[in-house]
């Protein structure tokens, strides 16, 4: 029996975290994106090195990085990288959290050369889905692993949040409302809930980034603690 101890209580942990955007090329010079900066995820990644775990970041295209000591950055374009990279060390991690806002469609044909523009008036991009990283390896997760996703959303969020909690077989999702000001994409600040498979809900106040991610931390802790006892 491992000694608790309160300033590092995940030691010993191995802990997988996806953050950012991914990035799905059309041509050498084109892609599809979204306005992630991975701000979110990478607190999260430092705050769960902080409190000693040792953590894999897969952090898909950002200009940002994280900055605690005991993470090791992946860095990544697609989501199909993201997806290789995450399942890599999803057997092995005792905590995933998936942070990343992965594009869920991708151009159907990616061709190396720049695409001319052409006589008509209008062009049709024929898509096709990603692969959803965090339900595939969910469905699959190793017993013990606590699992958590986030949910971003405009409307309907609580319904929406409780629906990817029991589909995608979370232990916890951090439901990020993007009607709030102040919160999400590039700010520094964010104004989560916290839902928990065992029903508990935990609403923050608006807070820094790095203050709601001491908070997920402290959940995730919590979980995996009950476990062990
Ligand atoms: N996610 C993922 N792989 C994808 C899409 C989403 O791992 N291809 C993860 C995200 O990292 C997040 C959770 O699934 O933790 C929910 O992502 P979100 O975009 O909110 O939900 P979707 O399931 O993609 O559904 P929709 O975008 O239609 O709301
Ligand atoms: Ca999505």
């Known amino acids: 029996h491992e000694h608790f101890n309160a300033n590092k209580p995940l030691k010993g942990k191995k802990a997988l975290v996806t953050a950012g955007p991914t990035q799905e090329p059309l041509d050498p010079v084109r892609f599809i994106s979204n306005h992630s900066s991975g701000k979110m995820g990478i607190a999260i990644a430092d705050a769960l090195a902080n409190a000693g775990a040792e953590v894999t970041l897969v952090l898909g295209p950002t200009h940002l990085s994280a900055t605690a000591q005991?993470?090791?950055?992946?860095?990544?374009?697609t989501a199909a990288d993201m997806f290789n990279s995450a399942e890599a060390h999803f057997n092995t991690a005792d905590i995933v959290v998936m942070a990343a806002a992965v594009a869920d469609y991708r151009p159907?044909?990616?061709?190396?050369?720049?695409?001319?523009?052409?006589?008509?008036?209008?062009?049709v991009l024929e898509l096709e889905k990603t692969k959803?990283?965090?339900?595939?390896?969910?469905?699959?997760?190793?017993?013990g692993q606590v699992l958590v996703g986030f949910s971003l959303e405009t409307n309907n969020e609580k319904e929406y949040a409780l629906k990817k909690l029991h589909e995608k077989n979370l232990d916890l999702i951090v439901m990020n409302s993007l009607n709030d000001t102040g919160a999400g994409f590039n700010y520094d600040t964010n104004k989560v809930t916290l839902f928990g498979r065992n029903g508990d809900v935990k609403e923050l106040p608006l807070k820094s980034k790095t203050e709601v991610a001491k908070d997920i931390i402290a959940a995730i802790t919590g979980i995996v603690h009950s476990r062990e006892t």
């Open 132 to 143: 959803d990283i965090l339900r595939t390896l969910g469905s699959k997760r190793p017993e």
């Open 70 to 77: 005991g993470v090791n950055t992946l860095r990544v374009v």
């Open 108 to 123: 159907r044909n990616v061709v190396d050369k720049k695409i001319k523009k052409g006589e008509g008036e209008e062009m």
